[in-house]
């Protein structure tokens, strides 16, 4: 048996999954969690140290589950990685962190972006990167703790993503995956390099970015640590891996023109592939971004909604009171519970509208400071329209994505889910409803672990090209078609969902 061995750092926790190189079935799986931080409003930090022992954790445990079956760590030809994007992890002379990570959902860099996007000059950057400055990408953020922790920056020697944290712990080699590094908002994305005129611009020394390394090409091999730690024999190759997104896209084939992903995770999107470095012209900035995929050679053009998944289980966690309950008794799953209860409400939630702004919003509003709601609420509804709105109203986002993706001219002949969100046939069907869309799912349950496992494997020589491992792993299994009979009113919630931010804006978008 050969074997590839993936690892997905997420928001939170780790997955580490083992696949077979036939067929990329799962031989074996281990899932550890971690804690997340938030130590003002707006903010959102973890731990590195925190990664790293769940990372070993889940490694030895999806090891030892697959010894079971007779597999064994010396048949793992290799190990990918993908992760969360855009935080920020700091290490000092000897490599070690010099503070908690400002991950993607924080949005404390307003500031920033400001001074940022006046220093660089707002079409400039835009020539340079292809992407405007964010709260929610990495210079913002390294540049917030260089006006607020001097003391820290003046200490800081390099500047890695999450998941390339995690391979300098396994392999000992500081690099900075393309897919990866096309978030920070100072890699030229259309060439592939750190920016020089933007680093000069806000004056950062280039010394603090690593090389940027391919997604599908051996980036280090894991250390005699390594092996102590979990078994995985030293001297395993390490692919560059990717972003989540990226590897997300990889495991469902989105490898070839005309192939687009919606993901229903934490956060949500909505994600293109692209022969050429597009970029959105659709308003004065773009609303979408345009990021090196992990495919060589290749980008995407990406909608995010930040609040998807986030948004239902805020509702678990704070109005699924009796659902968290039956779950601790019985085992069946919160979430399950609650989709039986929205399913018995009618397209369009009878009129209740849910802004799932909850960490601010990128696509289509690029607001940091947006803030969620329901409007429309009534007397008549109930707790099944509360969690029924917030399905429709994530997907109502989604559409934005999709609506401004579209309009860039890509071809979108078939969507592809994936994430936990679409897990759920109910919300699978509100999206495919609402973006009047066929949603297919692949075989691919372990979407960037999967996909972090295929470029490990073309890295190790396993396939020839990303492309051609996709064509022998990934399939599709199951399609959810758009009702025509519930087009209307969605046509018309959506409508009014569009309205509402503008109309609200000088309510619901400020400070805390």
């Known amino acids: 048996m050969q074997a590839l061995l993936g690892i997905d750092l997420g928001t939170t926790g780790v997955k580490a999954a083992l696949f077979a190189v036939e067929d990329g079935r799962v031989l074996a799986d281990a899932f550890f969690d971690y804690p997340l931080y938030h130590p003002q409003p707006g903010w959102a930090e973890q731990n590195p140290s925190d990664w790293w022992d769940a990372t070993i954790s889940a490694i030895g445990a999806c090891l030892a589950k697959a010894a079971q079956q007779g597999i064994q760590p010396a048949d ?49 950057l835009i020539d340079y990167v292809s992407n405007p400055a964010l709260t929610g990408f990495t210079a913002p953020k390294l540049l917030w703790v260089r006006d607020n922790e001097p003391e820290i920056f003046a200490k800081a020697r390099v500047l890695l993503l999450p998941k390339d944290y995690i391979r300098y712990r396994l392999t000992g080699t500081l690099a900075m995956e393309i897919s990866d590094a096309a978030g920070t908002c100072l890699l030229d994305v259309k060439h592939g390099q750190w920016s020089q005129e933007v680093l000069q611009a806000i004056e950062l020394d280039p010394a603090l970015l690593p090389p940027v390394v391919p997604a599908d ?80 050679h290749a980008w995407y053009l990406m909608g995010v909604t930040q609040g998807a998944g986030l948004s239902l289980r805020w509702v678990r966690d704070n109005i699924g009171l009796p659902e968290r309950a039956l779950e601790r008794w019985t085992g069946v799953d919160a979430y399950e519970h609650m989709a039986k209860e929205a399913a018995g ?165 400020k400070p805390l």
């Open 345 to 509: 409400v009618p397209a369009g939630s009878e009129g209740l509208i849910f802004l799932p702004y909850l960490q601010g919003e990128r696509t289509p509003h690029l607001d940091a400071y947006a803030r969620g709601g329901w409007i429309g609420l009534t007397a008549s509804h109930d707790r099944r329209h509360l969690i029924r709105s917030v399905m429709e109203g994530v997907a109502f986002s989604l559409k934005d994505c999709f609506s401004i993706i579209r309009e860039q001219g890509l071809k979108l002949d078939q969507m592809r889910a994936t994430g936990g969100g679409a897990k759920s046939p109910l919300w699978r069907q509100i999206i495919a409803d609402v973006l009047g869309a066929e949603l297919v799912l692949t075989n691919a349950t372990e979407g960037p672990a999967f996909g972090a496992a295929l470029l490990a494997g073309v890295a190790s020589g396993v396939y020839s090209s990303v492309q051609a491992a996709c064509a022998q792993t990934v399939h599709v299994i199951e399609r959810t078609e758009p009702r025509p009979q519930v087009a209307g009113a969605y046509e018309q919630a959506y409508e009014t969902y569009r309205a509402l931010y503008p109309a609200l804006k000088p309510i619901i978008s």
């Open 217 to 296: 090409a051996v980036a280090g091999t894991t250390t005699e640590e390594v092996r102590s730690l979990t078994g995985l024999p030293a001297g395993t190759p390490v692919a560059g891996g990717g972003a989540d997104n990226a590897c997300g896209a990889v495991g469902n084939g989105i490898v070839e023109p005309g192939l687009a992903l919606v993901s229903v995770g934490t956060s949500g999107i909505v994600l293109a592939y692209s022969d050429l470095p597009q970029v959105d012209t659709s308003g004065p900035i773009p609303r979408v971004h345009t990021f090196n995929h992990a495919v060589p």
């Open 76 to 124: 793992v030809r290799g190990l990918g990685l993908s992760g969360q994007m855009h935080g920020v992890v700091l290490l000092d002379d000897d490599h070690r962190v010099l503070r908690p990570c400002i991950i993607w959902a924080d949005q404390r860099s307003d500031a920033q972006c400001r001074w940022m996007t006046e220093r660089v000059g707002a079409s400039q």
